[in-house]
């Protein structure tokens, strides 16, 4: 009888990655980026994550924004960072809301906007994320009084 390895593991990864399969493109582009059982290696994390993500894998997304963010095998580059991130924040993913509302914060990548990061924080918060609620309790102290009628009127 065969024990299954960490070999046996990482080489059914790489088949099936090969094939186009998101979820392994996935946690092999998380073991390439964490350096997990393998060389680290943010070049192999790119290429993993981005095929994931152009799927649609929402932790694909998530990740490949952060590598954006950090500069991670790749030139630091907001405006990508926040573009991952809304694609993962639209399917639930909740630290990718809570990403992106800091980004909408700080306008850092996108047009600073208080209010869209309230509402984004609003959802992070509504995913569970509870540290999204000390951050959307910093973004209410610096919005106006107009600002915080509009974000709650639009969360309804």
């Known amino acids: 009888m065969h ?10 990864l790489i088949t099936l990655a090969d094939w186009g399969d998101a979820k392994a493109q996935h946690n092999l582009g998380a073991l390439f980026l964490e350096g997990i059982e393998i060389q680290q290696d943010f070049q192999e994390a790119l290429k993993w994550h981005t095929l994931a993500a152009q799927q649609g894998m929402a932790l694909a997304q998530h990740d490949l924004a ?20 809304r694609l993962a924040a639209e399917q639930g993913d909740a630290k990718a809301q809570n990403n992106l509302a800091i980004l909408y914060a700080t306008g850092q990548g996108v047009a600073l906007d208080l209010i869209q990061a309230y509402l984004w ?15 959307r ?18 969360l309804g």
Do not use: C
């Open 66 to 85: 952060t590598m954006y963010l950090e500069g991670l095998g790749v030139e630091e580059d907001p405006v990508q960072a926040a573009h991952w991130f």
């Open 3 to 12: 024990a299954f390895t960490e070999e046996d593991y990482y080489q059914t």
């Open 137 to 154: 309790e910093m973004a209410e102290q610096d919005m106006t009084p107009e600002q915080l009628r509009e974000a709650r009127r639009l």
């Open 121 to 135: 924080f609003s959802k992070a918060i509504q995913e569970g994320m509870f540290e999204a609620l000390d951050n």
